[in-house]
């Protein structure tokens, strides 16, 4: 079957209060319309208009930065609502295929498997479109979705339009349409604009099909993969979603999660088998963390970090963009940023590596087998050979050679009965 998908992404996300673009915001550390752009390339279709409006500089900027693919941008202007959106879209003369699949870009947990099951309903049945829906227990803010005894859908009636009786329908709309091109051209333009919203509703052409004879069928979903995102709370709610399908896939593979609540682990992290993930511990990406590996609690891995395998990396350390190699321990209250530290070493707690001079940020090399005591400073740039030991306090500003000991403090100076003589003094 030949599609083309519409991804529409121009309204003005007044809902969030935000300088950027709704679908530019992220959901563990990936833009909304990425989520969606991904889960439309993974069933195969390369077809794909994105539907922009007044943020169409930012996210066609993001687009080619991000895609290689040749993913179409028209413009809406001015915003009236979803069913102006395609209507700009077929109005351009833009090449269709003769199915079109179109989304939603603030719905972004789609997933692959659900698109391809609605396409492969859709070239079975005998329909002229399939309308994702799920039955919910608080429908607000969603649209209603009214059926016939035969369970085709007759009308989506908007939050906004709903009498108290409407209101109560538990079966909403989730925001992905498939449409023969033929019946939504031809019905596209019939939409009226809405008194309410001054807007023309996509949702309104649900209306206008059936009353044709044309048949609608809805397909049901889960709630949580259908949920939109109008503002922050729906963002955060997205958010934890999202996680707990990321902590549940790693848990399937063979990594241990001790408190689901409280690990944060975004998309784009690779984690090795039986490595344990204690409470508290944020993990971004993109990461990979080998197996056999100790994370937390309260430990803090940021993006472009590897660390080996059977490595202990504990509470109060955080890690950005290093290469951390195996068996390494870096296990209290430490801060490791733009460093690669050798396999075997030992990191003492309180060590810090002070990348940052104010202008730029500076490299920390340490080799394998190294011990450092507690409490060091690393002033980057520096290289620590092979074997070095570093004495506990130190602070370090030049190389150290392979197999030398480095002291860099005061030495302590003890004064004998120092108490008894000032107390004699007074
Ligand atoms: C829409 C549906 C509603 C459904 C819900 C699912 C309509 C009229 N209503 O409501 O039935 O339950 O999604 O999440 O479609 N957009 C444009 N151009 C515009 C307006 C919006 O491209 O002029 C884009 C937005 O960027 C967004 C999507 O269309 O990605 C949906 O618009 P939004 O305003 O969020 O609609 P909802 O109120 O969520
Ligand atoms: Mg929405």
């Given at each position: 079957?030949?599609?083309?998908?519409?991804i529409?992404?121009a309204?003005?996300g007044?809902?969030?209060?935000s300088?950027?673009?709704?679908?530019?915001?992220?959901i563990?550390g990936?833009?909304?319309?990425?989520?969606?752009?991904?889960s439309?390339?993974?069933?195969?279709?390369?077809?794909?208009?994105?539907?922009?409006?007044?943020?169409?500089?930012?996210?066609?900027?993001?687009?080619?930065?991000?895609?290689k693919k040749?993913?179409?941008?028209?413009?809406q202007?001015?915003?009236?609502?979803t069913?102006?959106?395609?209507?700009t879209?077929?109005?351009?003369?833009?090449?269709?295929k003769?199915?079109?699949?179109?989304?939603?870009?603030?719905?972004?947990?789609?997933?692959?498997?659900t698109?391809?099951?609605?396409i492969n309903i859709f070239?079975?049945?005998?329909c002229?479109?399939?309308i994702?829906?799920?039955?919910?227990k608080?429908?607000s803010g969603?649209?209603r979705?009214?059926?016939?005894?035969?369970?085709?859908?007759?009308k989506?009636?908007?939050?906004?339009?709903?009498?108290l009786?409407?209101?109560?329908?538990?079966?909403?709309?989730?925001g992905?349409?498939?449409?023969?091109k033929?019946?939504?051209?031809e019905?596209?333009?019939?939409?009226?604009k809405n008194v309410?919203?001054?807007?023309y509703y996509l949702?309104?052409?649900?209306e206008?099909?059936?009353?044709t004879?044309?048949?609608l069928?809805?397909?049901?979903?889960d709630?949580a993969e259908?949920?939109?995102i109008?503002d922050?709370i729906?963002?955060?709610?997205?958010?934890?979603?999202?996680?707990?399908?990321n902590?549940?896939?790693?848990?399937?593979?063979?990594?241990?999660?001790k408190?689901f609540?409280?690990?944060?682990?975004?998309d784009?992290?690779i984690?090795?088998?039986?490595t344990?993930i204690?409470?508290?511990?944020?993990?971004?990406?993109?990461?990979?963390i080998?197996p056999?590996?100790?994370i937390g609690?309260?430990?803090?891995i940021?993006?472009?970090?590897i660390i080996?395998?059977?490595?202990?990396?504990?509470?109060?350390?955080?890690?950005?963009?290093?290469?951390?190699?195996d068996?390494v321990?870096?296990a209290?209250l430490s801060?490791?940023?733009?460093?690669?530290?050798g396999?075997?070493?030992?990191i003492g707690?309180?060590?810090?590596?002070?990348?940052?001079?104010g202008k730029k940020?500076?490299?920390?090399?340490?080799?394998?087998?190294?011990?450092?005591?507690?409490?060091v400073?690393?002033?980057a740039?520096?290289?620590?050979?092979?074997?070095?030991?570093?004495?506990?306090?130190?602070?370090?500003?030049d190389?150290v050679?392979?197999?030398?000991?480095a002291?860099?403090r005061?030495?302590?100076?003890?004064k004998?009965?120092w108490?008894?003589?000032?107390?004699?003094?007074?």
């Amino acid at each position: 079957m030949k599609i083309t998908a519409i991804i529409l992404a121009a309204g003005k996300g007044k809902r969030m209060k935000s300088n950027i673009p709704k679908v530019l915001h992220k959901i563990s550390g990936k833009e909304m319309l990425s989520y969606v752009i991904d889960s439309v390339l993974k069933v195969g279709i390369n077809d794909i208009i994105i539907v922009c409006g007044n943020s169409f500089n930012e996210v066609s900027n993001f687009i080619r930065k991000n895609y290689k693919k040749n993913i179409k941008i028209i413009r809406q202007k001015p915003l009236l609502g979803t069913g102006h959106a395609i209507a700009t879209v077929i109005k351009t003369g833009v090449d269709l295929k003769s199915v079109i699949l179109i989304l939603n870009g603030d719905v972004p947990l789609i997933k692959p498997e659900t698109l391809r099951k609605m396409i492969n309903i859709f070239t079975k049945q005998n329909c002229d479109g399939i309308i994702a829906v799920s039955k919910v227990k608080n429908p607000s803010g969603y649209g209603r979705v009214k059926t016939d005894i035969d369970g085709n859908i007759i009308k989506i009636i908007e939050e906004k339009d709903a009498n108290l009786t409407e209101k109560k329908i538990d079966i909403i709309n989730g925001g992905l349409y498939l449409f023969k091109k033929k019946i939504l051209s031809e019905n596209i333009f019939k939409i009226k604009k809405n008194v309410i919203k001054k807007e023309y509703y996509l949702t309104d052409i649900a209306e206008i099909i059936a009353k044709t004879g044309g048949i609608l069928r809805p397909h049901m979903m889960d709630e949580a993969e259908i949920k939109g995102i109008n503002d922050r709370i729906q963002l955060a709610e997205v958010e934890a979603i999202n996680n707990k399908k990321n902590l549940e896939k790693l848990a399937k593979n063979g990594i241990t999660i001790k408190d689901f609540n409280t690990v944060f682990i975004e998309d784009n992290v690779i984690i090795g088998k039986n490595t344990v993930i204690e409470p508290f511990t944020v993990i971004k990406g993109p990461t990979k963390i080998g197996p056999f590996c100790n994370i937390g609690p309260f430990t803090h891995i940021r993006p472009n970090t590897i660390i080996g395998k059977n490595c202990k990396i504990g509470n109060f350390v955080e890690i950005k963009k290093s290469n951390i190699g195996d068996n390494v321990h870096i296990a209290h209250l430490s801060y490791i940023g733009d460093a690669t530290i050798g396999s075997g070493t030992n990191i003492g707690a309180g060590t810090i590596t002070a990348n940052y001079d104010g202008k730029k940020k500076n490299k920390t090399f340490i080799g394998k087998n190294v011990y450092v005591g507690s409490d060091v400073v690393f002033i980057a740039p520096v290289k620590i050979g092979d074997n070095a030991v570093i004495g506990a306090g130190s602070v370090i500003t030049d190389d150290v050679p392979k197999n030398s000991l480095a002291i860099a403090r005061q030495r302590q100076i003890n004064k004998n009965n120092w108490v008894i003589k000032r107390r004699k003094r007074k």
